[in-house]
Nanobody, 122 residues
Framework: QVQLVESGGGLVQAGGSLRLSCAASGRTFGSYAMGWFRQAPGKVREFVAAISWGGGSTDYADSVKGRFTISRDNARNTAYLQMNSLKPEDTAVYYC???????????????WGQGTQVTVSS
């Protein structure tokens, strides 16, 4: 059974930084793509970033390009999302997810974490 556990969320002022982590267990981490999504109250879950199994390919939502960086450490079975220059509109629950290959669609990802809250104050 695959388990994904996010951590690192919290309350930060606008302009600040946070690093989210996603610890994975249950199958060979390095064989699967990882993605980060977020969901704000009353809104649909949206794509944030994705990374291929080896880390050589990444993709970002336009709203976070240049501010967020996705990475992974296959030796530690962990994916990361470094978030800089945070804005109040980044406030959401952030989820990590695992897929056969990287992509932006929620339906591509078959395993999800429980989410971690990120709140950015103005």
């Amino acid at each position: 059974q695959v388990q994904l556990v996010e951590s690192g969320g919290g309350l930060v002022q606008a302009g600040g930084s946070l690093r989210l982590s996603c610890a994975a267990s249950g199958r060979t981490f390095g064989s699967y793509a990882m993605g980060w999504f977020r969901q704000a109250p009353g809104k649909v879950r949206e794509f944030v970033a994705a990374i291929s199994w080896g880390g050589g390919s990444t993709d970002y939502a336009d709203s976070v390009k240049g501010r967020f960086t996705i990475s992974r450490d296959n030796a530690r079975n962990t994916a990361y999302l470094q978030m800089n220059s945070l804005k109040p509109e980044d406030t959401a629950v952030y989820y990590c997810a695992q897929a056969q290959g990287p992509g932006v669609a929620v339906r591509l990802y078959n395993y999800w974490g429980q989410g971690t809250q990120v709140t950015v104050s103005s």
